[in-house]
């Protein structure tokens, strides 16, 4: 997860920054961006305090009519969890009435602080996207939420219990599940068994779309999806990068049906390139786009 860069958009919508410091001239409406709020570097211009930044983005609109919210940086000096900004945001319930899509740690560099995300969900019944970077600090305690059709947690090690907890959640209407699970080192303690919920399909019968990447343990995860119920009501699996080789892309051939698939994802610089033509040759011909476009392959 390493140089990722700042969101270009969310829920459709362009991202647009905030101004960190009171400005002259109009803003865009309410409802045609994606608002991004960033508090200033210390030092730097612009409040370096998140709350003070809240309170001003909040009374410099209609919030009746903000659809989509990105939190970036919500601590000038480093330290602190994203607990304050993800208390405020559930606090402002009432204001944002037709908030759609929601985005925590659009931070570069260095990973973001998390904290138990799931008020969030709690207060916004309506919400359709929920998307978080960062592993550090991270909690995701099994929810039910009727709405939240798309769901991404980025991180460079996803804790076993955020993953247990997103497992055990009951998600009805959710289409689009994307994991970068990450590695062991950096705080990734889950085993591909953890999955197993998410494999079955318990609880997401709309997903059309599963991501679990960038694992050192994505053979395992390959091959435990090789079996898996919820395959079969995909339209898009993404198994791409961490470790995967040609026991996992092996595992996926030999096991269930994948030719209904629009794509798949299996990017890796580990798999032969014998192994890449047989997955090729077996599922392209149907219909079926095969990504294996990291360097040195075609």
């Given at each position: ?16 920054d ?10 865009p ?25 809240w ?29 304050a ?111 197993a ?13 599963l ?8 053979d ?6 090789s ?72």
């Amino acid at each position: 997860m390493s140089a990722v860069e700042q969101l270009q958009e969310l829920h459709g919508l362009l991202a647009f920054d905030f101004p960190a410091a009171p400005e002259e001239g109009g803003l865009p409406e309410p409802d045609s961006v994606a608002w991004r709020l960033s508090v200033a570097p210390e030092g730097g211009h612009g409040t370096t305090d998140f709350e003070e930044l809240w309170e001003r983005f909040l009374g410099a609109m209609d919030a009746c009519r903000v659809r989509a919210l990105i939190i970036g940086e919500w601590d000038a000096l480093e330290g602190s969890d994203s607990g304050a900004a993800v208390q405020l945001l559930a606090a402002a319930r009432d204001r944002l009435t037709a908030l759609q899509a929601v985005f925590l740690g659009d931070v570069e560099g260095e990973e973001a602080e998390q904290c138990d995300v799931t008020p969030v969900l709690d207060a916004y019944p309506a919400l359709r996207e929920l998307g978080i970077r960062g592993g550090a600090g991270l909690r995701f305690p099994a929810v039910r939420h009727a709405s939240l059709r798309t769901l991404g947690i980025e991180a460079d090690g996803l804790p076993a219990e955020v993953v247990r907890g997103v497992a055990a959640s009951e998600l009805p209407a959710l289409e689009y599940l994307e994991l970068s699970l990450g590695a062991e080192e950096c705080g990734g303690d889950y085993t591909a068994d953890d999955l197993a919920p998410i494999l079955a399909g318990d609880g997401l019968p709309a997903l059309r779309h599963l991501g679990l990447a960038h694992s050192d343990l994505q053979d395992e995860i390959a091959i435990a999806v090789s079996s898996a119920p919820v395959v079969a009501r995909l339209q898009s699996l993404d198994l791409s990068l961490g470790t995967l080789g040609d026991e996992g892309v092996e595992a996926l051939l030999d096991g269930v049906p994948l030719t209904h698939l629009e794509w798949l994802d299996l990017r890796s610089e580990y798999i032969g390139a014998d192994t890449a033509q047989r997955i090729r040759k077996a599922l392209e011909p149907q219909g079926v786009e095969v990504d294996l476009s990291e360097p040195g392959r075609s």
